[in-house]
């Protein structure tokens, strides 16, 4: 079993619609998440993290984490044509440790 | 505020060369990451500086890679000598006390 799963995609979203991407993490003392966005060729770019069970927006982007079910997702809402990437979704044991990556899932949306 | 950088951004050598990766991370960081991507799979963790110390280097393949931080600034990996299952992109990261990782444009590296 891979420490972070994510469904390699590729997911196509409606312009305008919601994007929702999910992510399953197999270590129960994770306490950091982050949600990162990677254009092709270029660096993974933060767009968001959480810590705490819940939601967390910003803007477009809201992240969501369920601790108990081991659960993180992005939703971002209206989405864009440069919203197309891949996200990838990482999980940290708090403080300034290394990160667990998963494979990540491509987004496309359609315009 | 400039971003973490890497350099070069692609290398191509020939299996046994020696290659060395470069990255200055954001300054003030006293946190430094190396990560590797190889194709198909996930980014993976290699080594950790806090300032010139390694504080953990349990992702480090085997000992053809030595990766050092002179003064705590810049940081160089070394891969010597080179081996196909080495190709892939390697990023680095670096971070303040506030925990969220910056990553640089990475350095893809082939051995042919």
């Known amino acids: 079993q891979k420490e972070v799963e994510q469904n390699s995609g590729p997911l196509s979203v409606p312009e305008g619609a919601i994007a929702s991407l999910n992510c399953t993490y197999s270590d129960r003392g994770s306490q950091s998440f982050f949600w990162y966005r990677q254009y092709s060729g270029k660096s993974p770019e933060l767009i968001m993290f959480i810590y705490s069970n819940g939601d967390k927006e910003d803007g477009r982007f809201t992240a969501q984490l369920n601790k108990a079910s081991q659960y993180v997702s992005l939703l971002i809402r209206d989405s864009q044509p440069s919203d197309s990437a891949t996200y990838l979704c990482a999980v940290g044991s708090g403080g300034n440790e290394k990160l667990t990556f998963g494979t990540g899932t491509r987004l496309t949306i359609i315009p | 505020e400039a971003g973490v950088t890497q350099f070069p951004s692609h290398s191509v050598i020939e299996k046994g060369q020696t290659v060395t990766l470069r990255c200055d991370p954001i300054?003030?960081?006293?946190?430094l990451y190396w990560y590797r991507r190889v194709m198909g799979k996930e980014i993976k963790f290699l080594l950790h500086?806090?300032?010139?110390?390694?504080?953990?280097e349990s992702g480090m393949p085997n000992n053809r890679f030595l990766a050092e931080r002179t003064g705590g600034t810049y940081s160089t990996l070394k891969v010597q000598p080179a081996e196909l299952e080495d190709s892939g992109v390697y990023f680095c990261?670096?971070?303040?006390?506030?925990?969220?990782?910056?990553f640089g444009p990475g350095t893809r590296l082939t051995v042919l």
């Open positions: 990261a670096s971070s303040s006390s506030r925990h969220t990782q910056y």
């Open positions: 300054s003030g960081h006293d946190n």
């Open positions: 500086f806090v300032k010139e110390s390694k504080q953990d």
